[in-house]
Each structure stands twice: as structure tokens, then as C-alpha cells.
């Protein structure tokens, strides 16, 4: 016969802390990873921090203007024409855009209308820009002689892009 056979069966009382020890750091590994996936997953419900602040702060810089003159080909900080209006406040916000009205319609991304934020570009007809602030009114340059104001989008004819 076996010697093996021939032992008794005894618990394995000095393996018992191991175990408890093992059962222990498995647990706050599950836990810490448990918690780390709930972190992940709410990052991934709600919009990047960086683009609703990068919106604000380009409307926040347009605001800043109101009321300085419109100058044709002027890039402020003293006067504006539209094209360099728009540039002025992407910069204000670290984004670099295109200097001419016709070329920021060209670029950015296309934005539905119903779905433009403050911040985004206005663009009409590929002639003029100013910067969306929110319920159907921009913030623009519009022609000499006048400065630099808040008003309705006055026509359908118009285009979203963002930058940011």
C-alpha cells in the first residue's frame, strides 16, 4: 500500500493567512479596477471639458470687442474688419484659423445649423464672417463706417464651422 494513503487528513491551518491574504489583495485589485471603469465610463457620457470652454472663450473675446470700429483689412486689437475679427477671438482661444472670410468658410468643420454653439463661425456667402453667440445672433464687423455689435443672423443664407 501507498504510504501516502496512510496520512491522515489534516487542514491546512498554516496555509490559512496565504489564503486570507491572497482573498484580501484580490479584493482591492476587483474594487480598485471596479472603480477605475466607473471613472472611464462617466468620462465617456459627458462632452470634453476642452471644447465647451474653447466656444466660450471665443465668445467671451468677441463680447470683448463691442464697439471698436470696422476697418477694412484691420486685425485689431484696435479695429476689425469681419475676416479679422474672427481670427482675432480663434487666436484669443490658442486656435489659429484662416485670415480671409472665403477661406474660413473653406475651412473648420461643417456644423448643422441647429447644431452651432457660441463660439462658432458664422459664414454668408463666402464674403463675410462673424462669431455665433447663441440664439440666432452673431458678433460681427460689418462694413466701414460701422463697429463691431451683436446682432440677429439676418438671412438663411449662412453656413456653421467650427475650429474647435
Same mark, same amino acid.
Do not use: E
Given at each position: 500500500?501507498?504510504?501516502? /494513503?496512510?496520512?491522515?487528513?489534516?487542514?491546512?491551518?498554516?496555509?490559512?493567512?496565504?489564503?486570507?491574504?491572497?482573498?484580501?489583495?484580490? +479584493? $482591492?485589485?476587483? *474594487?480598485?479596477?471596479?472603480?477605475?471603469?466607473?471613472?472611464? *465610463?462617466?468620462? /465617456?457620457?459627458?462632452?470634453? *471639458?476642452?471644447?465647451?470652454?474653447?466656444?466660450?472663450?471665443?465668445?467671451?473675446?468677441?463680447?470683448?470687442?463691442?464697439?471698436?470700429?470696422?476697418?477694412?483689412?484691420?486685425?485689431?486689437?484696435?479695429?476689425?474688419?469681419?475676416?479679422?475679427?474672427?481670427?482675432?477671438?480663434?487666436?484669443? +482661444?490658442?486656435?489659429?484659423?484662416? $485670415?480671409?472670410?472665403?477661406?474660413?468658410?473653406?475651412?473648420?468643420? *461643417?456644423?448643422?445649423?441647429?447644431?452651432?454653439?457660441?463660439?462658432?463661425?458664422?459664414?454668408?456667402?463666402?464674403?463675410?464672417?462673424?462669431?455665433?453667440?447663441?440664439?440666432?445672433?452673431?458678433?460681427? /464687423?460689418?462694413?466701414?463706417?460701422?463697429?463691431?455689435?451683436? $446682432?440677429?443672423?439676418?438671412?438663411?443664407?449662412?453656413?456653421?464651422?467650427?475650429?474647435?
Amino acid at each position: 500500500m501507498p504510504t501516502h /494513503a496512510l496520512r491522515p487528513i489534516m487542514p491546512a491551518v498554516a496555509d490559512a493567512p496565504v489564503a486570507t491574504a491572497r482573498r484580501s489583495t484580490l +479584493a $482591492r485589485l476587483l *474594487a480598485l479596477l471596479t472603480m477605475i471603469v466607473a471613472v472611464a *465610463a462617466l468620462g /465617456a457620457c459627458s462632452a470634453p *471639458a476642452n471644447s465647451s470652454t474653447k466656444g466660450a472663450q471665443i465668445a467671451n473675446a468677441a463680447r470683448a470687442q463691442l464697439g471698436k470700429p470696422y476697418v477694412y483689412g484691420a486685425t485689431g486689437p484696435g479695429s476689425f474688419d469681419c475676416s479679422g475679427l474672427t481670427q482675432y477671438v480663434h487666436r484669443q +482661444a490658442g486656435i489659429s484659423i484662416p $485670415r480671409t472670410s472665403g477661406a474660413q468658410q473653406a475651412g473648420g468643420r *461643417a456644423i448643422a445649423k441647429s447644431q452651432a454653439k457660441p463660439g462658432d463661425v458664422v459664414a454668408i456667402g463666402g464674403y463675410h464672417v462673424g462669431i455665433y453667440v447663441g440664439n440666432g445672433q452673431m458678433i460681427d /464687423a460689418p462694413k466701414t463706417g460701422d463697429h463691431v455689435k451683436q $446682432r440677429p443672423i439676418w438671412t438663411s443664407s449662412y453656413v456653421i464651422k467650427r475650429y474647435w
